[in-house]
């Protein structure tokens, strides 16, 4: 268990629907990551929030949006849902300090079905 | 841009050893994980590699050399548990860090 929690696990929709998913990081992490992960295809970097503030972004697309809030956990919304958006999210969460590996903690993901 | 790469499957037998090979192309390199994940599960951290050398941790290991762009992750004594996927991932300064990954190694180890 990495102390990094998601919620739903699973998520089954339609297309063109909206849904918000749910990440609380380690206690003590101010940085949240979030990814995605297709069938056969690499973890892609999609945005990352650090202390409620948005501080990188990758391939995230447009339908997509993110935040952190004041308790520090971070809920992503993908909104006109397309059947290319089925994959894994996932939330990861790390301390951000100057040195060292500040490796990232993985969430068990979310698993999304557009149908 | 970022470039990984990685081989895709790899086979190999209970007790043996095996080397999972990594070379990248990236700018702004700050550092070299591994991390393993079982099918549907969440990656879990291995190794962290910053200067040129072998990390050893248990039956673990990671290479890096920075001029040949260059890791390998070796893996002794299999166990059938270490069945999954084998993530190469550069973390990269551009501005701000981010983990570039590469597709990953699935590696099937067999009785």
């Known amino acids: 268990d990495s102390g990094v929690t998601q919620t739903p696990k699973h998520l089954i929709t339609a297309t063109g629907q909206r849904v918000t998913l749910r990440c609380s990081p380690r206690s003590g992490d101010l940085s ?45 919304n993908l ?37 | ?26 700018s702004g390199f700050n550092g070299l994980f591994w991390y393993q994940q079982h099918a549907g599960e969440a990656p879990t951290f291995l190794s962290y590699n910053v200067l040129d050398g072998l990390e050893e941790k248990g039956r673990f290991s990671s290479f890096l050399s920075r001029s040949k762009g260059y890791s390998y992750l070796l893996l002794k004594e299999l166990q059938m548990k270490d069945s999954a996927s084998y993530l ?6 551009t501005g701000f860090q981010k983990l570039v990954f590469g597709t990953g190694t699935r590696l099937l180890v067999s009785p």
């Not at chain 1, 297709?38 to 949006?65: H, M, P």
């Not at chain 1, 990861?92 to 993985?106: R, V, W």
């Open chain 2, 88 to 93: 190469c991932a550069v973390r990269v300064n």
């Open chain 2, 1 to 26: 841009g970022q470039n990984i790469d990685q081989p895709t499957e790899m086979t190999a037998t209970e007790g043996a050893i095996v080397q999972i090979n990594c070379t990248y192309q990236t």
């Open chain 1, 79 to 115: 909104s006109s849902l397309e059947l290319g958006d089925s994959a894994l999210y996932f939330c990861a969460s790390s301390i951000p300090t100057g040195g060292g590996s500040n490796e990232q903690f993985f969430g068990p993901g979310t698993r999304l079905t557009v149908l």
């Open chain 1, 32 to 76: 949240v990551y979030w990814y995605q992960q297709s069938l056969d295809q690499g973890l892609q970097f999609l945005i990352q929030y650090y202390n409620g503030e948005e501080r990188a972004k990758g391939n995230i697309l447009e339908r997509f949006s993110a935040q952190q809030f004041p308790d520090l956990h971070s809920e992503l």
